[in-house]
């Protein structure tokens, strides 16, 4: 009985990027490290709640579109 050889395989494919799962990737960065990401066009905020995170982010780095320095 011949047993067939095994194809090639490419050693780049172990390299392949998994994909991430981004709101857990956040949630772990808040529970651990207390590092909050918010987007402001995210739909789970409300108007008022919008308006804080885009104030508080032009407040601590300007206007969307200003350059610093």
Known sequence: MKIPPRPYQCPLGRTQPTALDLDALKEQGWREQRILVIAVYDDRLDFTERE????LGERLY????????
Do not use: E, Q, T
């Not at 804080?52 to 104030?55: A, E, S, T, V």
């Not at 300007?62 to 320095?69: F, K, M, N, V």
């Open 62 to 69: 300007g206007h969307p579109g200003a350059r610093h320095g």
């Open 52 to 55: 804080l995170i885009r104030r």
